[in-house]
């Protein structure tokens, strides 16, 4: 089965810097798709990055400049450089993935659990 697992959250101070991972484990040969969401309390979940498979990034308009999106194909991963960071970045991250070739199974979507990040002096 595949999962993915997210890790680098935590508080930051204004104008400061984290860098969130997420990996992909299980029987996978291939995803098509790999992005980062994030939910701010009282708020609707909003896509901030994504990247698909041997194409140009996409950001949310309240991250580019600030935020770079990267993926490692080969050992299904993707990372989230977030600098510059600001209060309103307070969310809970989530990384999803697409498009999933499994050596068993094919899967359309996938979440994980989410990480913290606050941004907060």
């Known amino acids: 089965q595949v999962q993915l697992a997210e890790s680098g959250g935590g508080l930051v101070q204004p104008g400061g810097t984290l860098r969130l991972s997420c990996a992909a484990s299980?029987?996978?040969?291939?995803?098509?798709?790999m992005a980062w969401y994030r939910q701010a309390p009282g708020k609707q979940r909003e896509m901030v990055a994504s990247?698909?498979?041997?194409?140009?990034?996409n950001y949310a308009d309240s991250v580019k400049g600030r935020f770079t999106i990267s993926r490692d194909h080969a050992k299904n991963t993707a990372t989230l450089q977030m600098n510059d960071l600001r209060p309103e970045d307070t969310a809970v991250y989530y990384c999803?993935?697409?498009?999933?070739?499994?050596?068993?199974?094919?899967?359309?979507?996938?979440w994980g659990q989410g990480t913290l990040v606050a941004v907060s002096s």
């Open positions: 990247m698909i498979s041997g194409e140009s990034a």
């Open positions: 299980g029987d996978i040969l291939d995803i098509r798709l």
């Open positions: 999803n993935a697409e498009g999933i070739i499994g050596v068993r199974m094919n899967m359309n979507e996938i």
